[in-house]
Every structure is written in structure tokens, then in C-alpha cells.
């Protein structure tokens, strides 16, 4: 997909590039979203947040993103052993794991403010602030 840009532009900028069209951050989201459990999302927001649900808004991506890194922190056994590799398929290889990594921090950290600092479990989001 990226093939031609990678051959006419320093893979850098082509990094760049992609970072900014922004379906590889969605890919690398959904994955990160899609390794907590189902019935985690289910018993916090409702029984019809299931990972399908989760994944498919890109709109409240960032958000399901910025608390599963919450939910990691709080129980370590709501994440998944095996590991979803479905939606970052297309894109391996092209952007490496630490940058990725750095753009989920990145937009974490715009909603660190709605959340609870110690566990997130009985207050989501903070609507006071």
C-alpha cells in the first residue's frame, strides 16, 4: 500500500506521513483496545460494549484506548495472553512498535484528566473538571 511512497521518499518522512493520515495510530489502537477482555468493557460501560463496539468508533477509540492503559494498570489479568494481530496485518513493519507506542501515549495523555487517579473502576471520567 505505502510501497511507492517508500520508494520515492526517506522512509522517515514516509513514517511521517502515515502517522499523520492516521490508519495505522486507528490500527494500532483497535489492537491495543481489542487485548482487554470483552466482559471488562461489558461490566464498566454496559452490555453492549463489546470489543466489536469498541473497535468499530474510531471517534471514541482514543478514549477506550487511554482506559484500557488504566484497566492494565489496576488489574493485569484483564489482559488477554494471546495477543490480536488482525488490524495492524496491512501495516506491519512499516512504523515501529516504540513510535506507535509513543502516539498512544501521546493522545493518552489529552484524557488523563477524566479519569480516576487510583483506579478508574467506580468513576470513569471526571465531569467536574
Known amino acids: 500500500m505505502y510501497e511507492s511512497l517508500l ?5 522517515e518522512l ?3 506521513i502515515v502517522l499523520f493520515e492516521g490508519r495505522v ?3 494500532y489502537l483497535q489492537e491495543y483496545v481489542s487485548q482487554v477482555y470483552s466482559q471488562v468493557y461489558k461490566r464498566y460501560f454496559g452490555y453492549r460494549h463489546n470489543l466489536e ?3 468499530r468508533n474510531k471517534c471514541s477509540l482514543q478514549f477506550y484506548a487511554a482506559w484500557s492503559a488504566l484497566i492494565r494498570k489496576v488489574n493485569p489479568k484483564n489482559v488477554k495472553t494471546r ?6 496485518r496491512p501495516y506491519v513493519g512499516l512504523v515501529t512498535k516504540v513510535r506507535l507506542e509513543k502516539e498512544r501515549l501521546r ?3 489529552k484524557l488523563d484528566r477524566y ?3 487510583e483506579t478508574g473502576k467506580y468513576s470513569s471520567f471526571r465531569l467536574n473538571d
Open 7 to 11: 520508494a520515492r521518499l526517506p522512509r
Open 14 to 16: 514516509v513514517v511521517e
Open 25 to 27: 495510530t486507528v490500527a
Open 53 to 55: 463496539y469498541v473497535t
Open 83 to 88: 495477543k490480536p494481530r488482525g488490524f495492524m
Open 107 to 109: 493522545l493518552a495523555c
Open 115 to 117: 479519569f480516576h487517579p
